[in-house]
Nanobody, 122 residues
């Protein structure tokens, strides 16, 4: 199973970016998917999460500015980021709670993408 992120880059304050993360491989099903970020010198933190049924949860710092969504048919999760601030600068990581099946047994594990850099600067 692999998670592939795309959509990062450099943007001015107040601008927007859309991140995508596609899961591929021998996937039985996907539970929650989420976005985390890690700024230099700081710990990785949760940005937003979405369950398989579409329930969402956001960090207080991004509420009203970021929107997480998913396309279950494409095993893809998105993060629409608006009104970006310099403090949003970080490496953004995609996470998936993914189930695989081996010999009739279903296993669930956390999978991570490689990260995509988001830089907000004038």
């Amino acid at each position: 199973v692999q998670l592939a992120e795309s959509g990062g880059g450099l943007v001015q304050p107040g601008g927007s970016l859309r991140l995508s993360c596609a899961a591929s491989g021998s996937i039985f099903s996907i539970n929650a998917m989420g976005w985390y970020r890690q700024a230099p010198g700081k710990e990785r933190e949760l940005v937003a999460i979405i369950t398989s049924r579409g329930s969402t949860n956001y960090a207080d710092s991004v509420k009203g500015r970021f929107t997480i969504s998913r396309d279950n048919a494409k095993n893809t999760v998105y993060l629409q980021m608006n009104s970006l601030r310099p403090e949003d600068t970080a490496v953004y990581y995609c996470n998936g709670q993914i189930r695989t099946m081996t010999s009739g047994i279903v296993y669930e594990s956390d999978y991570w993408g490689q990260g995509t850099q988001v830089a907000v600067s004038s």
